[in-house]
């Protein structure tokens, strides 16, 4: 995954001495290479979970003030001092729930003019582990909102971006199988799952998933976004 957010950062185009917001910085590895190509520049590193910042702190101590740390809800209007001129993001958005906030809350910390590089799963994404989820009698859909690229473009054009480019890509992931499958899935995929069973129940439900899958591959989608706020 930190592969993928090398590639989606890739797409940024950057002189070096921008203030760039991660949203959804995550324990700060793609936001360490951020940083790196930011030597003259700020990066705001923003998540919702407290833990991740704690890690987030440690691996970009080196940066010094240049890597600013915020614990915020991309859900909710965002509270940076100014604006940036960039909002870069990956593996996030698909944890928002309500994607017309999401992209009104970043257009409002953008400047005009400003991009938004992002990727996040996107339709279709891991359902072959939701088909099994279902298969086992969960109703519960999951934390995540899947979207299309058709339901993207209008949102973002709404909050305020213009040269929207979106569109999804199979990124199908092999996994050892096994235990180390059941690990990945109980501790990445299917987390919140996990976390509504009681203790005793979680390894069997997990096993229970892990069978039904139709291969050890696992069918990741990305949504990627490109755009540029008005
Ligand atoms: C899979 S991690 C991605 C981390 C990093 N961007 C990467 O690509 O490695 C997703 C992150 O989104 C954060 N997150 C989920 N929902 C959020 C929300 N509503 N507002 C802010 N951050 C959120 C989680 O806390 C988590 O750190």
């Given at each position: 995954?930190?592969?993928w957010?090398?590639?989606?950062?890739g797409?940024?185009?950057?002189?070096?001495?921008?203030?760039v917001?991660?949203?959804?910085?995550?324990?700060g590895?793609?936001?360490?290479?951020?940083?790196?190509?930011?030597?003259?520049?700020?990066?705001?590193?923003a998540?919702?979970a407290?833990?991740?910042?704690?890690?987030a702190?440690?691996?970009?101590?080196?940066?010094?003030?240049?890597?600013?740390?915020v614990?915020?809800?991309?859900?909710?209007?965002?509270?940076?001092?100014?604006?940036?001129?960039?909002?870069?993001?990956?593996?996030?958005?698909?944890?928002?729930?309500?994607?017309?906030a999401?992209?009104?809350?970043?257009?409002?910390?953008?400047?005009?003019?400003?991009?938004?590089?992002?990727?996040?799963?996107?339709?279709?994404?891991?359902?072959?582990?939701?088909?099994a989820?279902?298969?086992?009698?969960?109703?519960?859909?999951?934390?995540?909102?899947?979207?299309t690229?058709?339901e993207t473009?209008?949102?973002?054009?709404?909050?305020?971006?213009?040269?929207?480019?979106?569109?999804?890509?199979?990124?199908?992931t092999?996994?050892?199988?096994?235990?180390?499958?059941?690990?990945?899935?109980?501790?990445?995929?299917?987390?919140?799952?996990v976390?509504?069973?009681?203790?005793?129940?979680?390894?069997g439900f997990v096993?229970?998933?892990?069978?039904?899958?139709?291969?050890?591959?696992?069918?990741?989608?990305?949504?990627?976004?490109?755009a540029?706020r008005?």
């Amino acid at each position: 995954m930190t592969w993928w957010g090398t590639e989606v950062l890739g797409r940024l185009p950057l002189t070096g001495d921008e203030t760039v917001l991660d949203a959804g910085c995550g324990s700060g590895r793609v936001t360490e290479e951020l940083a790196c190509r930011l030597p003259g520049g700020r990066v705001i590193a923003a998540d919702a979970a407290p833990s991740m910042l704690v890690e987030a702190r440690r691996r970009l101590a080196r940066f010094g003030d240049r890597v600013t740390f915020v614990e915020c809800d991309l859900g909710r209007p965002l509270p940076l001092d100014g604006p940036v001129d960039a909002v870069f993001s990956t593996a996030t958005f698909h944890w928002v729930p309500d994607h017309d906030a999401l992209f009104a809350n970043l257009a409002g910390v953008l400047r005009p003019g400003g991009r938004l590089v992002a990727q996040c799963g996107g339709a279709g994404n891991v359902a072959s582990v939701r088909r099994a989820v279902a298969e086992l009698g969960e109703t519960w859909p999951g934390p995540w909102t899947f979207a299309t690229p058709e339901e993207t473009v209008p949102r973002m054009e709404a909050a305020g971006f213009v040269d929207v480019e979106a569109w999804l890509h199979e990124e199908p992931t092999p996994l050892e199988p096994g235990e180390p499958t059941e690990t990945f899935l109980a501790t990445v995929v299917l987390r919140a799952h996990v976390d509504r069973l009681p203790e005793g129940e979680r390894a069997g439900f997990v096993r229970r998933v892990a069978e039904r899958l139709p291969s050890p591959t696992l069918d990741y989608v990305r949504l990627n976004l490109v755009a540029r706020r008005a």
